[in-house]
């Protein structure tokens, strides 16, 4: 079982932390688990989209129509290379192995 602690103070005459328990994360091992597990501790915010950012999503049935002059490059996996908090997420990488 992996379980997630926070450590409140470490006394300079102690081996060891004082601290108390925080949640069950789950059976060690389980995909889920240890992916809680990495998300806490990398501190990854993974809290479920509020209703009004849910609300922003076109509908399940929506379809994207290419405009002229456009290429579809939804097949490549791209990287956005924004900083946080930025207005116009435009700058991407994405990585092809090249024949020679």
């Keep these: 079982m992996r379980i997630l602690v926070s450590m409140d103070s ?22 889920d688990t240890e992916t809680e597990v990495l998300l806490n501790e990398f501190r990854i915010p ?7 950012v849910l609300a922003c999503l076109p ?16 097949h490549i996996p791209v990287l956005s290379i924004d900083p ?4 116009d997420i435009d700058d991407a990488l994405h990585c092809t ?4």
């Design 10 to 31: 470490w006394p300079a005459d102690s081996e060891y932390p004082l601290g108390h328990y925080v949640k069950t994360l789950g059976v060690a091992g389980t995909k």
């Design 97 to 100: 192995e090249l024949p020679n």
């Design 59 to 74: 509908p399940a049935d929506y379809k994207i129509t290419l405009e002229p002059g456009r290429v579809d490059l939804r």
């Design 46 to 52: 993974c809290e479920p989209f509020p209703a009004k």
């Design 84 to 87: 946080p908090g930025c207005k």
